[in-house]
């Protein structure tokens, strides 16, 4: 009996993608228009110097780069894009303060995670309305922690006290 050898094809590799779950929910434009209606917002590209960026952690604890081009005047406050990461992905949030410093609101922009985008809630947002850089905002003290988004919630927490920071440390002065 004569044996053949075949060759064989390699089987078809499956690939499994996980899905996506990275979501944008408003634009800058569509948040500054929420905060500031009517009103023509101003870039502020700031520079921020080494100890600027070291007392905005000490303040926060975020640990990612703070993009300072991301600032805006508006005639009655301003505008900070910012971002932190829920548990594993970036959220890119809107932080909307009045002239004094305190929180006029903040909006989700974009969130990434696959669990926890219970942080887009309005009611648990709101927590952070009339927040200043003197309150100390801490999760589970003044801002409510939510079961499922426990490091969402944490790190949005942290993003906010580091705008009030800059607003303390350069906005303010400005």
Request: glycine share 8%; charged share 25%; proline share 5%.
């Amino acid at each position: 009996m004569k044996m053949r050898w075949r060759s064989l094809a390699p089987a078809p590799a499956l690939l499994v993608l996980a899905p996506a779950y990275a979501a944008d929910y408003m634009s800058v434009a569509q948040a500054q228009a929420e905060f500031f209606p009517g009103e023509t917002l101003q870039p502020m590209p700031l520079t921020l110097d080494e100890a600027t960026r070291k007392a905005m952690f000490a303040a926060s604890g975020v640990h990612l780069e703070f993009d300072a081009g991301r600032v805006w005047r508006a005639p009655r406050g301003f505008f900070v894009v910012d971002e932190v990461v829920g548990k594993h992905e970036k959220i890119k949030y809107a932080v909307a303060l009045d002239t004094r410093g305190a929180v006029k609101g903040i909006e989700v922009l974009t969130y990434s995670e696959t669990y926890g985008g219970q942080v887009r809630n309005a009611d648990w947002r709101a927590q952070f309305v009339g927040k200043t850089p003197a309150d100390r905002l801490e999760l589970g003290r003044d801002i409510r922690n939510i079961s499922g988004a426990t490091l969402s919630c944490k790190h949005l927490t942290q993003g906010v006290k580091r705008v009030l920071a800059l607003y303390d440390l350069v906005l303010a002065k400005s």
